[in-house]
């Protein structure tokens, strides 16, 4: 076994939280693996781990040797598939992280024309609502919606969706900024602003103090609110697309809409993995033209 596996055992034990684990994966006995990890580590100078009988935890130079050990993988794996050849098929299991809504209404739909194209792939959607660490989730590309806060990663830009006013066809039909500050509103946890809703024609801006009786931290519960005449949402154009094409919501003073909330791709490694580049030259092109 040489170096690169011994840092591929360290990421995997790292991830899974077990030594045996990410023996299995790899082919690995139990004390070859301890042994290698033991060897990695009087290599290194430092403990990486700190081992229990339940429990296994990283030292601070575990964490710090961590994000070292990831890059090297990945530029180590990104110089394989250059040496064997650009035009070979990306191929393996790709872990992408989203948001609920934004992978049921923006990824999961694409996915049947991406698999035909790239049979060699499989994909892992890690869907939670919850901001995903890249790097603890060992995600090889991350979907984040918003303002970005972590420098650890690499990001691309992608585009921005618009914020729309909704409500049920039945509901409520406010025709100006003003008449929201008296109506039933519903209030998406998930925005920055809560409920003081910045509005922008194009021309203007104004910020209307909303009531938000009802308040849920789901995009796609606050749709279910909407649809059942509660009040009116602001919500990214990509979630209530599907309501409004069904007839379940209407969009209302459509002249009028909230701030563009931001879409970027991110990963952790230095240079994007082939496999993560086919499915984001995939899935790019498509975001802002399936909402």
Same mark, same amino acid.
């Given at each position: 076994?040489?170096?690169?596996?011994?840092?591929?055992?360290?990421?995997?034990?790292?991830?899974?939280?077990?030594?045996?684990?990410?023996?299995?994966?790899?082919?690995?006995?139990?004390?070859?693996?301890?042994?290698?990890?033991?060897?990695?580590?009087? /290599? =290194?100078? %430092? *403990?990486?781990?700190?081992?229990?009988? +339940?429990? @296994?935890?990283?030292?601070? &130079? #575990?964490?710090?040797? $961590?994000?070292?050990?990831?890059?090297?993988?990945?530029?180590?794996?990104?110089?394989?598939?250059?040496?064997?050849?650009?035009?070979?098929?990306?191929?393996?299991?790709?872990?992408?992280?989203?948001?609920?809504?934004?992978?049921?209404?923006?990824?999961?739909?694409?996915?049947?024309?991406?698999?035909?194209?790239?049979?060699?792939?499989?994909?892992?959607?890690?869907?939670?609502?919850?901001?995903?660490?890249?790097?603890?989730?060992?995600?090889?590309?991350?979907?984040?919606?918003?303002?970005?806060?972590?420098? /650890? =990663?690499? %990001? *691309?830009?992608?585009?921005?969706?618009? +914020?729309? @006013?909704?409500?049920?066809? &039945? #509901?409520?039909?406010? $025709?100006?900024?003003?008449?929201?500050?008296?109506?039933?509103?519903?209030?998406?946890?998930?925005?920055?602003?809560?409920?003081?809703?910045?509005?922008?024609?194009?021309?203007?801006?104004?910020?209307?103090?909303?009531?938000?009786?009802?308040?849920?931290?789901?995009?796609?519960?606050?749709?279910?609110?909407?649809?059942?005449?509660?009040?009116?949402?602001?919500?990214?154009?990509?979630?209530?697309?599907?309501?409004?094409?069904?007839?379940?919501?209407?969009?209302?003073?459509?002249?009028?809409?909230?701030?563009?909330?931001?879409?970027?791709?991110?990963?952790?490694?230095?240079?994007?993995?082939?496999?993560?580049?086919?499915?984001?030259?995939?899935?790019?092109?498509?975001?802002?033209?399936?909402?």
């Amino acid at each position: 076994m040489d170096r690169l596996d011994a840092y591929r055992l360290f990421v995997r034990a790292a991830d899974t939280g077990a030594i045996s684990r990410a023996a299995r994966e790899m082919g690995l006995g139990q004390p070859a693996a301890s042994r290698l990890l033991d060897a990695l580590e009087a /290599r =290194l100078g %430092a *403990r990486l781990f700190t081992r229990t009988t +339940r429990r @296994l935890a990283l030292t601070d &130079a #575990g964490r710090l040797a $961590l994000d070292r050990a990831r890059a090297l993988l990945a530029e180590a794996d990104d110089l394989e598939a250059a040496v064997k050849g650009l035009d070979r098929a990306p191929a393996g299991l790709l872990r992408v992280a989203a948001s609920v809504a934004f992978g049921r209404a923006q990824l999961i739909p694409h996915v049947g024309a991406f698999l035909d194209a790239h049979p060699q792939m499989r994909l892992d959607f890690v869907l939670k609502d919850e901001r995903v660490d890249p790097v603890a989730e060992a995600v090889d590309l991350t979907f984040r919606l918003g303002a970005l806060e972590d420098s /650890r =990663l690499t %990001a *691309r830009r992608l585009g921005a969706y618009e +914020r729309w @006013l909704v409500a049920a066809p &039945a #509901g409520p039909a406010p $025709l100006k900024p003003d008449d929201l500050r008296d109506g039933p509103t519903l209030d998406f946890a998930g925005i920055a602003f809560g409920r003081r809703w910045p509005l922008s024609d194009g021309r203007r801006t104004v910020e209307v103090e909303v009531r938000g009786e009802t308040r849920a931290s789901s995009g796609e519960a606050v749709v279910d609110l909407a649809v059942q005449g509660l009040g009116v949402a602001m919500l990214p154009s990509f979630v209530v697309a599907a309501p409004i094409t069904e007839g379940r919501l209407v969009r209302v003073m459509s002249e009028w809409s909230g701030p563009p909330l931001e879409i970027h791709a991110l990963w952790a490694a230095r240079e994007l993995p082939r496999k993560a580049r086919a499915f984001l030259d995939f899935i790019a092109p498509r975001l802002l033209t399936s909402h």
